[in-house]
């Protein structure tokens, strides 16, 4: 066997960090089952494993640096004819590829095991087959939906229908995003071999509101008022998430006047309530009035809004 640091490409003062990261990348690139039926790749790998073997554990590597034992673990003089010893054999009793078990000393003195297998189930994404196929989590389902403004503010339940086909009642959480998943686990695809079932991912929409908007659990909305109400003041009707309320409207408000009813915004659970502000928008009729244009006619006050400072 050839000398086992010139297999592993690595230097007579490589560290075992060094060693180990090494064999990983050789094996991957060597293993039978990544090379079906290549006697050079199986061939390989037993070389690079033996190679390990000798120099990724400690008291071996100092045993065979010292010339104590030779590149196939065997001591100097050994006669492997003559039988006996507890010298590394790459191919096991009947000349196959076997099962390679290495130790070595981690930063705190001890050992931790390590196993040649271990570098296939890198290539498999942790799921090697090691006599049979490890149990694997089932997938994950994801679906899109579409919720209303309401739907998201207040919470609610919505059905949809997942990949498998089946159909499930999605409780929607108060107080949700634009975006936003809400993930219901254990109910995706099947698990195999014995693994967990996946999850199912709602991933949500919010249709736009006609009047509210949202910025953080506050919410905004514009709100017209005649212009009577606006010189005169007095209550409106408006709108809000648990219902309509009444909202007094100050004498002489003009338009962009912003009013806050407290605690009338979004309330997600553990979380302060958000408020409502309402934007007057003061809104003439959408017909003629000849009363209205009379008024103004005989209204005497000048004023210029456009000569206010900016």
């Known amino acids: 066997m050839r000398d086992p640091y010139e297999i592993l490409g690595v230097s007579k003062s490589a560290s075992e960090a060094e060693i180990k990261k090494a064999f990983r ?58 039988g006996g010893g507890g010298g590394f054999h790459p191919g096991g009793p009947g000349g196959g590829p076997r099962d390679f078990h290495f130790t070595w000393d981690n930063q705190n003195g001890g050992q931790e095991g390590f196993n040649a297998e271990d570098i296939f189930a890198d290539l498999l994404g942790g799921r090697a087959r090691r006599g049979r196929q490890q149990p694997a989590r089932g997938e994950d389902f994801t679906v899109a939906t579409t919720i209303s403004f309401d739907e998201a503010a207040r919470g609610g339940t919505r059905r949809v ?66 212009l009577k109400e606006a010189v005169l003041g007095g209550k409106v009707s408006v709108p809000t998430l648990t219902g309509t309320v009444a909202l007094s409207v100050p004498p002489n408000s003009n338009t962009g006047t912003t009013l806050r009813l407290k605690g009338k915004g979004i309330a997600p659970p553990n979380t302060a309530a958000g408020d409502l502000y309402v934007k007057l928008v003061v809104t003439l009729p959408d017909k003629p009035d000849a009363e209205l244009a009379k008024f103004t006619e005989d209204w005497k006050n000048d004023y210029d809004p456009r000569a206010k400072k900016v």
């Open 25 to 82: 990348n050789l094996a991957k690139k060597h293993h039978p089952d990544t090379h079906a039926g290549d006697k050079t790749a199986q061939k390989k790998f037993q070389e690079i494993s033996g190679a390990y073997e000798i120099v990724g554990e400690k008291d071996k590597r100092a045993k065979f640096d010292a010339g104590e034992i030779d590149a196939s673990g065997n001591p100097r003089g050994f006669d492997p004819r003559q």
């Open 161 to 226: 229908v997942v990949p498998n086909g089946e159909q499930i009642d999605v409780k929607i959480p108060v107080g949700v995003k634009d975006g936003q998943h809400v993930r219901i686990k254990g109910r995706g695809g099947a698990g195999r071999n014995g693994g967990p079932p996946g999850d199912i991912l709602i991933q949500l929409a919010i249709a736009p509101h006609p009047t509210m908007t949202r910025e953080g659990n506050d919410i905004r909305m514009e709100l017209p008022v005649t």
